[in-house]
């Protein structure tokens, strides 16, 4: 017996690769949701902004709140404040709110940092991480192996994720943990914010087939409207309705996809999504000064921790981008495409150095900010000689 166990180990450890029929591990994904994104980023750089309904706007700039709100934090959604509204009317609701222009290029190298420490989390699949993000602020992370299926793990990874990006970044998120991407989604919503939620395969049923089918992730609301003409209410209606009718409403793959999805069923793998990622770094300043010395050293180090980044996993790069948050908290962004990908850290440096240049020559205001990001990473091909030129 004991024998024939240890066979069994070795050839599960020697062929964890093969589309396990025989040794296939319950998959574990994770889904993260920051909370009030952009809000909360601007309540943590600006204490004085706690306790207060704050507003992020898209301004038009034609006039004073003629923009349309980007998202709140909590407090402006109990005025019943909400994304896509007109700002005028969030103000109307509830006139004591502060309304903040959005600062997305901010917003992003914070996403940047954030999305790194999801990263580290994830299971390494054929060399690649079992990393997507989704947005500016989800991303699914595969912990199948890291757990061995095991979601009481899973729960602790977690909360070990949401500390991390509290202690880092001042900010909370919601988990949502399941057995495949549609599942976590849908879980991370359930307790939010702050929250954390595990949804294991025998509870699956009991979560998912109550629901109205408009929650089911990926049906909008020219489908829900269909599925509503039909008589499918809940998501157990649609999972008990014959595929063929589906399918001739939807077309088949549509319609296969409904019946499956109801079942709590999605084989697709979290795999990182080609070229959207990017790799940033932003840091204060020791004083907020216009010496290009000071600031050179700043970007320098900044630069570094970016190219060292890029070297740990084999990326190159084909675009970068300086940003710069003056003393009046004003920003400003200068981009570059290089007309090859590469990745040396001169070559990084003297863009960099090049677009400070520019800054430095147009601003009278003093930087308190700045940062660096490089985009349309790719895996390195060639060697590092003919990239280097
Ligand atoms: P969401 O995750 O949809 O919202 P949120 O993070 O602000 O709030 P929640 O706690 O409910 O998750 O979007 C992420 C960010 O994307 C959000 O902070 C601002 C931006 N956004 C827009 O700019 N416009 C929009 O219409 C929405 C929905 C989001
Ligand atoms: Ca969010």
Redesign the pocket.
């Known amino acids: 017996m004991l024998f024939v166990l240890s066979l069994f180990q070795s050839l599960k450890d020697n062929y964890t690769n093969l589309p396990g029929i025989f040794f296939s591990m319950q998959r574990v994904v994770l889904h993260v949701?920051?909370?009030?994104?952009?809000?909360a980023i601007e309540e943590r750089e600006n204490p004085e902004l706690q306790g207060k309904a704050v507003v992020?706007c898209?301004l038009s700039g034609r006039s004073g709140l003629s923009g349309a709100v980007?998202?709140c934090n909590y407090i402006a959604r109990e005025s019943g404040i909400k994304?896509?509204m007109p700002c005028s009317k969030a103000k109307k609701l509830n006139p004591e709110t502060v309304f903040l222009p959005?600062r997305k290029d901010f917003y992003t190298l914070v996403s940047d940092r954030i999305m790194e420490i999801l990263r580290s989390y994830a299971d390494v699949r054929d060399n690649e991480d079992a990393f997507e993000q989704i947005?500016?602020?989800?991303a699914f992370v595969e912990i199948t192996e890291k757990t061995g299926g095991d979601f009481n793990l899973a729960f602790n990874t977690g909360i070990r994720i949401k500390n991390e990006i509290k202690e880092k970044e001042q900010l909370t998120c919601s988990v949502g943990i399941g057995p495949n991407k549609l599942i976590a989604k849908m879980t991370s919503s359930v307790q939010?914010?702050d929250g954390i939620t595990v949804i294991s395969p025998d509870k699956l049923k009991s979560f998912l087939w109550p629901l109205k089918v408009s929650k089911l992730w990926g049906i909008g609301d020219v489908t829900a409207g269909k599925l509503q003409e039909m008589g499918i209410v809940t998501i157990k209606d649609l999972a008990e309705y014959n595929v063929i009718d589906l399918i001739s409403t939807f077309g088949k793959t549509r319609g296969i996809w409904l019946k499956q999805a109801a079942a709590g069923i999605d084989d697709s793998p979290v795999k990182e999504r080609e070229g959207s990622e990017q790799i940033g770094r932003i840091a204060t300043l020791p004083e907020d000064t216009l010496d290009i010395n000071l600031i050179s050293q700043l970007l320098d180090r900044l630069t570094e921790d970016v190219i060292s980044k890029l070297d740990s996993r084999g990326l190159s790069f084909r675009n970068v981008t300086v940003t710069v948050i003056n003393s009046k908290f004003k920003m400003y962004t200068k981009s570059r495409t290089l007309n090859h990908p590469a990745y040396s850290k001169e070559i990084l440096l003297e863009v960099t150095r090049e677009i400070l240049g520019e800054f430095l020559s147009e601003s009278r205001t003093e930087f308190r900010r700045v940062g660096v990001r490089v985009g349309e990473l790719q895996k390195r091909i060639c060697q590092k000689s003919l990239l280097d030129y």
Do not use: H, L
Request: glycine letters at 4%; aromatic letters at 16%.
């Open positions: 949701d920051m909370d009030y994104f952009f809000a992020v898209m980007s998202t994304a896509g959005a947005s500016i602020d989800e939010k914010p």
